[in-house]
């Protein structure tokens, strides 16, 4: 059985709330937030634990070395933690009248992030009816990334990653809020566990006209600190088994570091990206990345 609900623009009569002009007044501030950033890429997995959020914080400090102007918005909006890894001051926002400016990263990586707008180990709270909360929260965190897109000042920006949380109900909010959305990078481990996942990720990207970048293998092995070379972690090649059913490229693998991970609890991606292997092979990536959405 189909149901159809209804949208604003299907209500009849005057809209006493004027919720149809608050919408579209937002949209309206997105698309003029928006106009100066040459590029808008997600970045997503389908599921958790694949180090999704580590890689597209390492990507933008790597593309921010490279002289170009970023921005990475965490959508993560309950568990947020770009701005941590980012090595970003937890009071760096400026917030007026007019907008709000992004906190910036060592790196010079303009951030926005829920972890910045919370206390130290307070959790995301909407205000909603106990009862119903199911009901609103999908709403309330849609429209807790629209005021994200439309009240930050990014200004003139070469790139905005995307952080997307686990799941695929985010893509959706996303590609309707933004005017654009110029590619999707997908992050998958070597599984195949991880691989059915992503690949109903993918799938619906399709559905939506949503273009792939490409895919990235995370925790492709694990590198060895005593003997310098990348060992077996998990069985399967969920990459390019992705990248070939849905016809696009593997931007690359990333084993599993140690070391990797530690700078990145630190706020430390420069040392992340000098120092360690998962760094050296993010830097590859990187130059694959920026040509796909040149």
Same mark, same amino acid.
């Given at each position: 059985?189909?149901?159809?609900?209804?949208?604003?623009?299907?209500?009849?009569?005057?809209?006493?709330?004027?919720?149809?002009?608050?919408?579209?007044?937002?949209?309206?501030?997105?698309?003029?937030?928006?106009?100066?950033?040459?590029?808008?890429?997600?970045?997503?997995?389908?599921?958790?634990?694949?180090?999704?959020?580590?890689?597209?914080?390492?990507?933008?400090?790597?593309? @921010?070395?490279?002289?170009?102007?970023?921005?990475?918005?965490? @959508?993560?909006?309950?568990?947020?933690?770009?701005?941590?890894?980012?090595?970003?001051?937890?009071?760096g926002l400026t917030v007026d009248e007019s907008g709000v400016d992004p906190a910036t990263s060592p790196a010079g990586v303009r951030v926005m992030s829920m972890d910045l707008?919370? +206390?130290?180990? @307070?959790?995301?709270?909407?205000?909603?009816?106990?009862?119903? $909360?199911?009901?609103?929260?999908? /709403?309330?965190?849609?429209?807790?990334?629209?005021?994200?897109?439309?009240?930050?000042?990014?200004?003139?920006?070469?790139?905005?990653?995307? +952080?997307?949380?686990?799941?695929?109900?985010?893509?959706?909010?996303?590609?309707?809020?933004?005017?654009?959305?110029?590619?999707? %990078?997908?992050?998958?481990?070597?599984?195949? /566990? $991880?691989?059915?996942? %992503? $690949?109903?990720?993918?799938?619906?990207?399709?559905?939506?006209?949503?273009?792939?970048?490409?895919?990235?293998?995370?925790? $492709?092995?694990?590198?060895?600190?005593?003997?310098?070379? %990348?060992?077996?972690?998990?069985?399967?090649?969920?990459?390019?088994?992705? /990248?070939?059913?849905?016809?696009? @490229?593997?931007?690359?693998?990333?084993?599993?570091?140690?070391?990797?991970?530690?700078?990145?609890?630190?706020?430390?991606?420069?040392?992340?990206?000098?120092?360690?292997?998962?760094?050296?092979?993010?830097?590859?990536? %990187?130059?694959?990345?920026?040509?796909?959405?040149?």
């Amino acid at each position: 059985m189909m149901l159809k609900h209804r949208t604003y623009a299907d209500v009849k009569g005057g809209d006493s709330s004027g919720m149809v002009d608050q919408v579209n007044a937002q949209q309206a501030r997105v698309a003029e937030r928006l106009a100066g950033v040459r590029a808008c890429v997600a970045v997503m997995s389908g599921k958790g634990g694949v180090g999704k959020s580590l890689t597209t914080a390492a990507i933008a400090s790597a593309c @921010a070395a490279r002289g170009l102007a970023i921005g990475l918005l965490d @959508a993560d909006l309950v568990g947020p933690s770009a701005a941590r890894m980012s090595g970003v001051n937890p009071t760096g926002l400026t917030v007026d009248e007019s907008g709000v400016d992004p906190a910036t990263s060592p790196a010079g990586v303009r951030v926005m992030s829920m972890d910045l707008l919370l +206390d130290d180990d @307070a959790p995301l709270a909407w205000r909603e009816p106990e009862s119903e $909360s199911f009901v609103w929260r999908g /709403a309330q965190e849609r429209s807790a990334l629209r005021e994200f897109l439309a009240d930050v000042r990014w200004g003139e920006l070469d790139l905005l990653l995307i +952080d997307l949380p686990p799941g695929t109900q985010r893509l959706i909010d996303l590609a309707e809020l933004l005017p654009r959305l110029d590619g999707l %990078v997908v992050i998958t481990i070597p599984s195949a /566990a $991880s691989e059915t996942a %992503v $690949s109903r990720s993918m799938s619906l990207a399709a559905e939506k006209g949503i273009r792939v970048l490409g895919v990235l293998e995370n925790m $492709s092995g694990y590198a060895c600190a005593d003997c310098g070379k %990348v060992r077996p972690l998990f069985p399967g090649a969920a990459g390019q088994r992705l /990248a070939d059913r849905h016809d696009t @490229a593997l931007l690359g693998r990333i084993p599993f570091d140690p070391d990797a991970a530690g700078h990145a609890d630190m706020g430390a991606l420069d040392q992340m990206m000098d120092h360690t292997v998962a760094g050296a092979a993010i830097d590859q990536i %990187v130059d694959r990345l920026l040509e796909a959405i040149a």
